[in-house]
């Protein structure tokens, strides 16, 4: 059975620092590329950051680059996305993403101004 589950959310003040997790299993992590999406009910969901499968290379949404970094434990079977200097803008709930996998039920993060 595939499950992703996020954690690590919740409400910061602009300007600090949050750690997203994403445990995974049911499949084989170390063969899979990962993302993350953000998305809130009534809003598109945005694309945020891509890591490869041996962690080697990420790319970002224009949105969150310079802010957001990407990575990933193979051994745990665990990714991560570190935010930091986050603004109200990235109040969203925030998903892992494995492609053609599945993805997790999100975890609320909240900026205050």
């Known amino acids: 059975q595939v499950q992703l589950v996020e954690s690590g959310g919740g409400l910061v003040q602009a300007g600090n620092s949050m750690r997203l997790s994403c445990g995974t299993s049911?499949?084989?992590?170390?063969?899979?590329?990962m993302n993350w999406y953000r998305q809130v009910p009534g809003k598109a969901r945005e694309w945020v950051e891509a890591i490869t499968s041996t962690g080697d290379n990420t790319i970002y949404a224009d949105s969150v680059k310079g802010r957001f970094t990407m990575s990933r434990d193979n051994a745990k079977n665990t990714v991560y996305l570190q935010m930091n200097s986050l603004k109200p803008e990235d109040t969203d709930v925030y998903y892992c993403?494995?492609?053609?996998?599945?993805r997790g039920q999100g975890t609320q993060v909240t900026v205050s101004s």
């Open positions: 993403d494995a492609p053609r996998i599945g």
């Open positions: 049911g499949f084989n992590f170390g063969d899979s590329a």
